[in-house]
């Protein structure tokens, strides 16, 4: 209800209503409480008495004395200083005045008639008090009170007290907005959105709910070549343009990071996809980030909840237009994808292999097998590379691509790494006790590096099976030794000081500068497979940029191997190259550990010349 305004009086502590206020406000007072003036007012007449007055004149906020009917008894002097100063006249009630009338014109609606009734059941002892908060409209803006009242006498008296709570509802309202949203674009954070959604969904009769979701394409590089303040200053404008494009009924909202949900309501599929082009052509538009222009792509997944009275959740919604957008990225980027339920047994799927994957690390489902190396100078079988397999109780013999995408995806690259260094440590150190002398590499992650866990890792699995350091070969792809270039050097540094030799695996797949190659501490370069099996026809473009990579590893003190080797053809040039080491199908396939010493004792008997 609207009923008074007290916006010039300080706000009542809580402390304040404990002490001279609380025998009238805040209960009923006990007779023992009050003035023996007072004592004769509870039971006797009902005319208000000078030492009463005195009472409610002490209290800090404006406070009337009512009778049954609304007649003001007493008004105190905050009362009437606050009717002064806002001169509203339809706050002013004096003594004899109808404070239920009063509250009437400043807003008849439905809470204020629940208000009076309410006070008049206290009146009858009906209640033991009322308290209520409601605003009241004036000319200086909205202002809040709390109302309190309590009952007095028998003859059904009522001290009604009202503070001043505005800044203390500015306060909560500011503190729920900050709540909702995201502070830099002040769009709808991800719980309010789920809300949004959730009441949209929810709505009875309502037409089909579409989400987008959106990921900027093109973001953490901006961040990392800019900084944080363009990166901040870059979602703005993407939050600005997005709702610059989008209906006037349609929610935009941030997720967090560079990722933003679209609610787009009483829109189907074919009008969400128009909406989504709409939205990849906005963000299509360079960046002004400080003076430099900036071009960026959205990846878009599209979800719909057709109007039907099939329940859905935002949850499921949102979680569909995800797997949409990864969907538009795993094809290139830059592109928008629809939710089909194909997308959702996928992920289901994986989900399935994750939470198997987790247990069969510990419950050793997983097994290791051996690809042999070639010293293309001496032709003998120097090394091996511990390749993992999946040894599935249901699915039999797992090959890495089934799932590995899936360990990186859910953070088990590094614990089944951990697990290889460990069981091909193991082997190798077998291995040499039997008088086979041999040096095993280990594929590791990105991910592992980042870790800062590496050499601990390698120096627990290298002291817990006793093998020497010089028989271990690290290998890291390329492209991940990209990813973070320092962090990756810094470990394989302090490898190799160690007498753990570190490989560049991949090389010639990626994008890594010269001067990468140039500071990072390796003594072994991978040529990848796409250099050493060239196609039909391209043998010279092979074989010069082979003999380029070999040559720029020899100026900086690095070993070489061709990858992939598959014909007698390759080899021969591979070694006509200077290669230092091969593997391939051509030589041998990938084995078990118990298979390996059977292939070494054919592969010595035949002659030099039958692998070319």
Known sequence: MSTVHLGTVPTETDEDRSDLAGGLVGRRPEEHDLPLDVRRRVDGPAQPAVVVEAVLDALPSPTLLIDAGGTVLLANTAWEKVADVLGDDRVRVGVDGDYFAMARRLSGDDSTATLIEELRALSRGERPSVQADYALQLRGGTHWVHL??????????????????????????????????????????????????DAELQQHDRGPVSVLFLDVDGFKDVNDSLGHEAGDDLLRQIAQRLTGVTRVGDTVGRLGGDEFVVLCRDCDSTGAEALADRCRASIDRPFDLGGRLVRLGVSIGIATAPDSPTRVRSTDLVRDADLAMYAAKAAGRNRVRLFTADLRAAAQHKATVAAELRDAVDDGQLVLHYQPVLHLASGRCTGVEALVRWQHPRRGLLAPADFLPTALQHDLMTPIARWVLGAATRQTAAWAAAGLHLVTSVNISANHVATGTLVADVHEALQASGLPPEQLVVELAERSVAEDVDRAAAQFAELRRSGVEVSIDDFGSGFSSLGQLVAMPTGLLKIDRSLVAYPQGRRSQAAAAIAAVVALARACGVRTQAEGVETAEQLALATELGCTFAQGYHLARPMPAEDLTGWLAGYAAQPATALF
């Open 148 to 197: 309190q009242a309590s009952r007095v006498d028998q003859a059904g008296q009522v001290v009604v007290t009202h503070t001043d709570v505005t800044n203390r509802v500015a306060a909560e309202r500011a503190s729920h907005w900050r709540a909702r949203h995201d502070t830099l674009t002040e769009l709808p954070n991800r719980a309010h959105l789920h809300e949004l959604i």
